[in-house]
């Protein structure tokens, strides 16, 4: 069966740090894959998106940037964290047509 | 463009009683729609599905969802709260089968 992995689960960094967050996917080939982020008391945002490797689309505008190295990974990174970075990241993986499989999340908190 | 609007933020009803979370769509043509589930602090789990079968869609947990394309909408219901239902819940349309376009959430708190 297919299962995804994130890591870390939680995160704490200061402004104008780093950041790399990865994503793996078991058990399946090729999937669509997606990250969104969740704001406290906001719905889910959808971020990057991927149909292969070294394809990235790009939602919205920001400076977070995404990657897939390898079939089953997609990594989130960014350069200099933003105070509006902080969040609930969820990497997903497309299952049947319009359904989606969510990872157990990384919580990210900037200071 | 398509997009959902759940019509309540926070929804509390004592465990045994009905549950009713609603939610609204907005599209040109018919959707796709999804109920998904998010326990504290985990990723979230589909519900139920609707993709222009039977407008009762049932879910897992005892939750069912009925479209009606009269009123726009697809309100999710339960016959009989439990415990284990609090949760925040989120109406999902489709616009394509690679994307989802959420709704804002209805956090469910289930009183004993």
């Known amino acids: 069966s297919q299962t995804i992995h994130q890591w870390p689960a939680t995160l704490v960094q200061p402004v104008g740090s780093p950041l790399s967050l990865e994503c793996t996917v078991e058990?399946?080939?090729?999937?669509?894959l997606y990250w969104y982020r969740q704001a406290a008391g906001r719905g889910l945002q959808l971020l990057f998106y991927s149909v292969g490797i070294g394809q990235i689309s790009s939602e919205v505008p920001q400076n977070l940037s995404a990657s897939r190295p390898q079939d089953r990974q997609f990594i989130l990174s960014s350069k200099k964290l933003l105070l509006s970075d902080s969040g609930f990241y969820l990497c997903a993986w497309r299952g049947g047509p319009g359904e989606q499989f969510f990872g157990p999340g990384t919580r990210l908190t900037v200071l | 463009a398509q997009s959902v609007t759940q019509l309540d933020s926070h929804v509390s009803v004592s465990e045994g009683t009905p549950v009713l979370l609603r939610c609204n769509y907005s599209s040109s043509y018919s959707p796709s729609l999804f109920w998904y589930v998010q326990h504290p602090n985990k990723g979230l789990q589909l519900l139920l599905k609707?993709?222009?079968?039977?407008?009762l869609v049932k879910g897992i947990n005892g939750f069912e969802a009925e479209f009606k394309k009269s009123e726009t909408s697809f309100h999710l219901t339960k016959p009989s709260a439990h415990m284990s239902d609090a949760a925040e819940y989120f109406c999902?349309?489709?616009?394509?089968?690679?994307?989802?376009?959420f709704g804002t959430g209805t956090r469910l708190q289930v009183f004993p």
């Open positions: 058990g399946t080939s090729n999937p669509n």
């Open positions: 999902v349309v489709s616009p394509y089968t690679d994307k989802l376009i």
């Open positions: 609707y993709t222009s079968a039977a407008t």
